[in-house]
Structures are given as structure tokens and as C-alpha cells.
């Protein structure tokens, strides 16, 4: 397994900004782990999608282990790197917060429909943490990590470049900021490779923009795509 590890990160912050005021940027610059690379994006106002293909195509020549991360997430685990190893070995894509299934028409990974009707929790994984710093303001307890799952959240996806090279798999830059992850598990799950999520203790700062125009804009393209 590839042993240097490269956070890809696209945030709106300069570089100098991005290691000073978000919650990634000061959580993980305190590791000085040598085998530790930030691939950032700063001033960054194209779709996720498009950035991070960058990152999967510069890994071709220059093999790493990828996060693909936002910008607003504070880690609390330091043993973080055991555990990304350790899902690796058991997932080829690994998440914080999933679905164990998935169902006609899904607009995201935790709603059954358009109308954002929360899946039965026997079918979620994964805990996140939310607030702007240490404790938590709250913990959202989907369901039981280190499980097999169909979907992901965005937030957080992880997969060794090797992997996504040999499989030819990128992110659609038709999906800039919604739908990109979505389309990115169904991708993965076509190729017949094994999607997880893990326990890693984490803090999101901020929500999803579910519903917005945008969102729905994504939502039929979407549709569209995977003729669901």
C-alpha cells in the first residue's frame, strides 16, 4: 500500500489563510508526519469535481494515498494515520457517514427522496461531530462505523491513487458542488470495488445545502445521468 498520505483540499482562503483560520488548515498542519503533503487549491471558486481530478491525475506519476477533505474539518484522532491504513485494508473507498443501501431516484446519501425523508437509521453508518471546535456542539450518530456501504457523504473520501488510476475513475465535472460525491460512489460501485465508512473522530463546521436551486439543478443532471 502507497505510504505517503496528500490531503486535497479546494478552499476560497489563500494558502496563508487556509493554514490560520480553517479547521483543516490547523488541524492537520500540527502533524509533521514526513510522509504528509497538502495538495491545496487556495482562492478557490471552480466545482470540487474539476480540482480534485487534478490531484488523481498528478498521483499517476506521483503515488499517494488521497483525502479528499473541505476546508472546515478539525481532527481529533492523533493516531488518525493507523486508522486510514487500517480502513484500506478492508475497503478500497472509505467515508465518514454512509448508506448500507441504496434506492431509486436517492438525492443524497442519507435521504430516500426530493423531499430530504431521512433514511431508516438501520441503514445508515457512520458519526460525525458538529460545532466550531472541542467538544462538539453535537454528535449526529448515523449508525455503527467500519461498515460496507453503497454511498457516501462527501465530507471526507479516501482511496489510494493506485486505485482509481487502474480503475479509470474520476470525479464527473458536470457535478461541481452537489452530486459529486454521489456520482463518485455509483462510479465505484460499477467497477465492483468495496465502499466503507470508519471511525474517525471528527468536527464538521458547517451543514450541507440541501434543497438550494443549485442542489436541484445537480439533482436533475444527475437523474439525467444514471437514468434512475
Same mark, same amino acid.
Given at each position: ?10 478552499? @476560497?482562503?489563500?494558502?496563508?489563510? =487556509? ?6 488548515? @490547523?488541524?492537520?498542519?500540527? &502533524?509533521? =508526519? ?7 487549491? !487556495? ?45 484500506? +485494508? $478492508? ?8 448508506? +448500507? ?34 467538544? !462538539? ?12 456501504? $453503497? ?10 491513487? $493506485? ?16 452530486? &459529486? ?12 470495488? $468495496? ?26 443532471? &444527475? ?6
Amino acid at each position: 500500500m502507497t505510504l505517503k498520505i496528500r490531503l486535497v483540499i479546494a478552499t @476560497r482562503e489563500s494558502e496563508d489563510n =487556509f493554514f490560520k483560520k480553517t479547521a483543516t488548515g @490547523r488541524s492537520f498542519s500540527i &502533524y509533521n =508526519f514526513p510522509f504528509l503533503e497538502f495538495r491545496l487549491f !487556495p482562492n478557490n471558486t471552480k466545482g470540487l469535481s474539476s480540482q480534485y481530478n487534478i490531484a488523481i491525475s498528478e498521483s499517476i506519476s506521483d503515488p499517494a494515498i488521497l483525502i479528499f477533505i473541505h476546508d472546515d474539518v478539525h481532527m481529533l484522532d492523533y493516531y488518525w494515520v493507523d486508522q486510514i491504513l487500517s480502513s484500506l +485494508k $478492508k475497503f478500497d473507498v472509505v467515508g465518514l457517514a454512509g448508506n +448500507k443501501r441504496r434506492v431509486s431516484k436517492q438525492p443524497a446519501w442519507a435521504f430516500v427522496d426530493d423531499k430530504l425523508t431521512w433514511d431508516k437509521s438501520e441503514n445508515l453508518s457512520g458519526i460525525v461531530g458538529h460545532g466550531n471546535g472541542f467538544p !462538539p456542539n453535537n454528535l449526529s450518530v448515523f449508525g455503527p462505523p467500519c461498515q460496507e456501504v $453503497k454511498l457516501l457523504d462527501g465530507l471526507m473520501i479516501i482511496a489510494d491513487s $493506485k486505485t482509481l488510476n487502474q480503475h479509470n475513475i474520476k470525479f464527473d465535472e458536470r457535478f461541481d458542488f452537489h452530486f &459529486y460525491d454521489l456520482d463518485f460512489c455509483r462510479q465505484i460501485e460499477a467497477k465492483g470495488l $468495496k465502499m466503507g465508512t470508519w471511525s474517525l473522530p471528527v468536527i464538521h463546521e458547517s451543514g450541507g445545502n440541501f434543497g438550494s436551486e443549485g442542489w436541484r439543478r445537480g439533482y436533475q443532471k &444527475y437523474i439525467e445521468k444514471w437514468k434512475d
